[in-house]
């Protein structure tokens, strides 16, 4: 049943990290968690720099079509990756986003995070900022728990890394569930603005 998926998709340049927060998302949903699952990615025309998506697909049942259709939680980490995202939100759709990273923000639902002061803080790694999103999406996402993403960001991790991997989840998950009624509506501009 349409209802029973949910779409993500992680949008940024290469190197920020977006391929490995999909394949960590769909190991959470999927191996850890149960669900049936799609994880897709697309590069722009080079890997470090370019633009990159991963789109996780999870499903109660079995996923008929891989690519999303339209998307429940959006998690830009560029200005462009917003744009181009946002267009396939769904209605009630969130957009999880920095707003150090992505400065216009778009109409909708909107879950602002400092995911790199918060990775910085917890790590002393900006670039962890993708293993914080995860932790808040475990907030956001009805089909995921916060377990199953530890045990699938331990999978992930690299050798010897687990923790300060595991410092950032855990980060993310805290500020996200301290922040829920911070996920306003925000509405177009009207004309005259």
């Not at 699938?152 to 569930?177: H, M, N, Q, T, W």
Request: with cysteine; glycine share 10%.
């Amino acid at each position: 049943m349409a209802a029973q998926r949910y779409e993500v998709r992680f949008s940024g340049t290469g190197g920020q990290g977006v391929v490995l927060a999909g394949m960590i998302l769909a190991e959470a949903a999927g191996l850890f968690g149960g669900r049936h699952v799609v994880q897709t990615v697309s590069y722009g025309p080079q890997v470090r720099g370019g633009n990159s998506n991963a789109e996780v697909v999870i499903s109660e049942e079995e996923i008929d079509h891989p690519k999303p259709i339209a998307l429940d939680l959006l998690v830009p980490f560029t200005q462009q990756g917003c744009d181009e995202g946002a267009k396939l939100l769904k209605p009630k759709g969130i957009v999880l986003l920095d707003p150090e990273m992505v400065t216009q923000m778009p109409e909708g639902w909107i879950a602002p995070l400092p995911l790199k002061r918060i990775a910085l803080e917890a790590t002393g790694k900006g670039q962890m900022a993708n293993i914080v999103s995860l932790g808040a999406i475990a907030v956001l996402c009805p089909h995921v728990t916060i377990e199953a993403m530890r045990m699938a960001v331990r999978e992930r991790a690299p050798r010897g890394l687990e923790e300060i991997f595991l410092k950032a989840l855990d980060a993310g998950y805290s500020v996200a569930d301290s922040m829920r009624e911070k996920i306003t509506f925000r509405e177009a501009p009207s004309p005259e603005d």
